[in-house]
């Protein structure tokens, strides 16, 4: 009864405790070669499944959407049990559905936890009923029935691999609810038990999505280590793209990492990151965006302890045409380049305290002076 091996179906491990049938012990060794691999049974339950789906929207025609869930219930078994994976999906899917539609919400959750638990369940058969189920959460009437579904989803596909994509959206949403209830730290909790970055089935700009968020929330709860942690998890060189989401998504992130550059006083890397901002193509088409790039830019690199590498980097930002369009800062970073003693009062105070302290509102200082305690 063997199949090919492209048709081989993932089935959990028999709950300890449950005793088979005759006819479930035959339908297990009939689904398994006795090396262990498995195979798919050549019963094909495809007639049977369309009869009773027929049935069973006859039976919702009449009023009876409990009737017609519970009339599948004796063919899933079947399915499952013979391995059939497409009329065990089309089955599970279907029940759902009739649950969702008949607003049985109870049965509903139920049902969701009841079929995630059966022995010799077909994997792909779940994460299918899961992600359909997923798409109902934002259909659901009220804000308590969307919880109650979520929390269903996220027990029964806790620790399950192949559902761990949607584990982690549902993870999202109430993390999301928690934080606008002022519950930040339970929030940051959450989300970091999502381990997002070993998500094989996971596209990499999601990961990214969820890497950002993870840091946000963790400076959010001024925990700088964390957020340091976590942004190493992230290569830059994802962000090499011209896609508005993904500039968008490098602006964020070099934001975060000013953030936590700013709190360990690391201005050489604040000056590097507002560099990596500077070569967005969103700040470069923005006139104003640009200069005020610039300027924080001169500025941290000037704050920068003196080294090899300040002074290489306080050379090549000289060297920038760019900065002909703010020349007050040009001339200030000349100051410190030129091998000549500066005088504080003279060359510092009298000249360029007004143009860094922002004094007025119409000031053209960048802010860095006012909202440091060490300005």
Not at 240 to 262: F, G, T, V, W
Request: with cysteine; charged share 30%.
């Amino acid at each position: 009864m063997a199949g090919d091996k492209g048709d081989a179906v993932m089935v959990d491990p028999v709950e300890v405790g449950e005793e088979r049938t005759d006819i479930e012990e035959l339908a297990h060794l009939a689904a398994q070669g006795g090396d262990g691999r498995l195979f798919k049974m050549e019963i094909d339950y495809k007639e049977q499944v369309d009869e009773a789906i027929q049935k069973a929207n006859d039976m919702v025609a009449k009023g009876n959407s409990a009737g017609a869930v519970e009339s599948l219930a004796q063919l899933e078994k079947l399915t499952r049990l013979g391995s059939d994976m497409h009329s065990n999906t089309r089955i599970l899917r279907h029940m759902v559905k009739l649950c969702f539609e008949g607003q049985l919400w109870d049965l509903l959750c139920d049902t969701i936890m009841s079929y995630s638990k059966k022995r010799l369940l077909i994997k792909v058969a779940i994460a299918k009923m899961v992600r359909d189920c997923c798409e109902m959460v934002e259909k659901m009437p009220t804000e308590e029935l969307r919880m109650k579904l979520i929390d269903t989803l996220r027990t029964v596909t806790a620790g399950k691999i192949y559902v761990e994509v949607e584990r982690a959206r549902l993870t999202q949403l109430v993390v999301k609810k928690l934080e606008s209830e002022g519950r930040t730290n339970e929030a940051c909790d959450m989300l970091l038990e999502l381990q997002v970055e070993t998500y094989g089935s996971m596209q990499i700009q999601e990961k990214v999505e969820y890497l950002l968020e993870q840091m946000r929330l963790s400076l959010a709860r001024s925990d700088f280590v964390r957020a340091s942690i976590i942004s190493k998890k992230i290569n830059v060189k994802f962000f090499n793209s011209d896609k508005d989401e993904i500039q968008d998504m490098k602006l964020k992130y070099y934001e975060l990492m000013i953030r936590i550059a700013l709190n360990d006083r690391s201005y050489l890397d604040i000056c590097k990151h507002y560099r990596a901002v500077f070569d967005t193509n969103k700040i470069n088409q923005d006139p104003t965006k640009s200069k005020e790039t610039l300027k924080r830019i001169i500025i941290y690199c000037i704050l920068a302890p003196y080294d090899n590498e300040q002074w290489d980097l306080m050379n090549r930002v000289a060297g920038q045409r760019e900065l002909e369009s703010v020349p007050d800062y040009k001339t200030l970073l000349n100051l410190f380049i030129n091998q000549e003693l500066i005088s504080w009062k003279g060359a510092i105070l009298n000249t360029y305290e007004k143009l860094l302290r922002r004094v007025t509102s119409s000031s053209t200082a960048t802010g860095v002076f006012d909202s440091n305690p060490d300005g």
